[in-house]
C-alpha cells in the first residue's frame, strides 16, 4: 500500500513537473513573439513615420523637385557672380577714356566682360565693377568673336607675330590671335579682332588678371546692380 502511495506520488510529481516545464516553454515562447523584436519593429516604424512621410501620390513629390532645381540655380549663382557695384562715371565715356577704382574692393574672382554695341570693357572683382574703358574692336574683315573665352596666356611687351605691331600687356583670348591689349583709342578705329584699350587701363588690368579668368564678350547685353554677371 505504501509502495502504490508512494508510486502514485512519484507519478504525480513527474506529471506535475512534466507540466510545469511544457507551461515555461510556451510562456518563452509567447514572450519571444511579443518581446524585444516586437518592440524594435514598432520603434522602427515610429521612426520611418516621424522621418520620412509617405507621399500620396505623385504631384505631392513635385514641389520637391522643384525646391531642388530652385536651390541649385541659386547656386550658380551665388553672390560671388552678382554685380554689387557699378562705378559712378561722370564724365563723358568717351574714345581713350577708363576708370579704375579698387579701394576697399574685397579680394575675389576677376571676370571681365566686354560689350561691342555699348564699346566698353568692365572688369569686376567679387562682383564689384573695379574699372571700365571705352575700346576698339574687331574692323569688318576680322570682327572680334563673342563667347567666353579664358585667358590662355599673357605679355607685357608682345609683339604680333602675324601683323609685327606691338600689342603691350596683351592677354590672349584665342588661338588665332584675338587678344585685349593697350592701343591708341580713337574713334572709328578698329582692330584685327582684338579688344584695345587704354595703355594704363591695359597695366592695371595685367596685372590683376590671372590665367584661366573669363572674359565675356556679347553684342548687345548690358548687366546691371544685381543681375548674374553671365
Known sequence: MVEKIAYRIS??????????????????????DAGPSSVLSKAVASENVASEPVAQNISELEPIAADRENIAEKLLLSDKFLVKRILEIDEPFVHGYYKWDDDGV???????TVDLKAESISVFRAGYEIGAAVITFGDSEKPAPTGVFPITQKNKNHISSIYGSPMPYMMRLTNDGVAI???????????????????????LLFEQAKLGDRVIVTNGKMIGMGDAIF
Request: glycine share 12%; net charge positive.
Open 181 to 203: 591689349h593697350a592701343s591708341d583709342v580713337k574713334w572709328g578705329w578698329g582692330t584685327r579682332g582684338c579688344i584695345g584699350v587704354p595703355l594704363e587701363f591695359a597695366r
Open 11 to 32: 507519478a504525480s510529481v513527474l506529471l506535475v513537473a512534466a507540466l510545469a516545464i511544457v507551461a515555461i516553454m510556451v510562456m518563452g515562447l509567447t514572450r519571444a
Open 106 to 112: 574685397p579680394a575675389g574672382e576677376l571676370v571681365v
